[in-house]
């Protein structure tokens, strides 16, 4: 494709959404040209990820493109138009096209906009870490010293928002936060289950760091025998298993 866009803007001039508009109706009839065209509606959309969605209603097209798009130039645009159709009309896609896309993605100034966004938009709110009974900043700051030699840092603390019948505590990689069941904030539960609890996460911290891959093998051997490395292992395993229902 280079020819008929030739008055759209090749190199550092946003697309209007009329523009882009064009450049989808007229890739459609490119690939479908025996077909009407349908009313196309495009929009960007502030998705956590990079990510695109193309869904016909009733012989409507809708198409959300990732703001990250936004000021992607003409020719990646007819990139993505062709990826977007090619999906949803069950054809191949060109490598060609594909590797383009692809390289658009994986480049410096996308990955970076992609990340800050993924810390932004898939932030997990927290209460803060200062409870009724119980706070998670002292208690960590306790672990960190005594198990871990103070070398646990950068990490978000908080209870969660609302009650949980099915975790006691959890570590996200990708916000590097630990979240503490908010049940538990109560005095009803012992120091040493809520200190147990944060060591535990904390020792996925230790263990899995920022990767994402070991989330299936999170409790390995490995991890079961450091756990038992907590004073108050028994005691804390006990309490659990006599008062919740929870998983660790
Ligand atoms: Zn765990």
Known sequence: MDRKFFSLPQRTDKLTVN??????????????????????????????????????????????????????????????????????????????????????????????????????????????????????????????????????NNIELGWSLKKSYKILGQFDPSHRSITINCLLDSSRVPEVVVSFILFHEMLHVKITGDSLINIKTKHCKKFREEEKRFIGYGQAMNWLKNNMDHNL
């Open 19 to 152: 523009q882009i508009h064009y450049i989808f109706s007229e890739t459609y009839k490119e690939l479908r040209p025996t077909l009407n065209c349908p009313i196309i509606y495009v929009e960007f959309y502030q998705f956590v990820g990079i990510n695109h969605t193309i869904r016909l209603k009733e012989d409507k097209l809708y198409i959300r493109l990732s703001d990250l798009f936004k000021d992607a130039p003409t020719s990646l645009m007819e990139v993505l138009a062709t990826i977007l159709f090619s999906k949803l009309l069950n054809l191949n896609i060109p490598s060609n096209t594909r590797n383009t896309y692809r390289n658009y993605v994986s480049s410096r100034k996308i990955r970076i906009r992609s990340l800050k966004n993924r810390r932004i938009r898939g932030y997990k709110l927290l209460h803060c870490p200062q409870g009724n009974q119980y706070d998670l900043i002292l208690l960590f700051r306790k672990i960190n010293e005594k198990y871990f030699g103070g070398k646990i």
